[in-house]
């Protein structure tokens, strides 16, 4: 498994081939929920891309 860097930058080279890359911070956050196996909660759109590539499991408050 990739460290949470190392899955941030390959995320971020998968995003740019779509041509959808977002903020560094977001691909950590959610590098850092995908290598723990953890939902993330958040109404943030840009996450939607990201869980698109990779298993990224996202919550908004209408999930609850």
């Known amino acids: 498994m990739p ?3 190392e ?3 390959k995320l971020q080279l998968k ?3 779509v041509g959808k ?3 560094f911070s977001d691909l950590l956050i959610a590098a850092i929920c995908i290598n723990r196996n953890e ?6 759109e840009d ?3 990201i869980a698109n590539l990779l298993n990224l499991q996202l919550r908004n408050e209408s999930n609850k």
């Open 39 to 44: 939902e993330l909660m958040t109404n943030d």
């Open 21 to 23: 890359p977002k903020p």
């Open 15 to 17: 995003l740019m081939n």
């Open 47 to 49: 996450f939607k891309d």
């Open 7 to 9: 899955l941030a930058y």
């Open 3 to 5: 460290d949470d860097y």
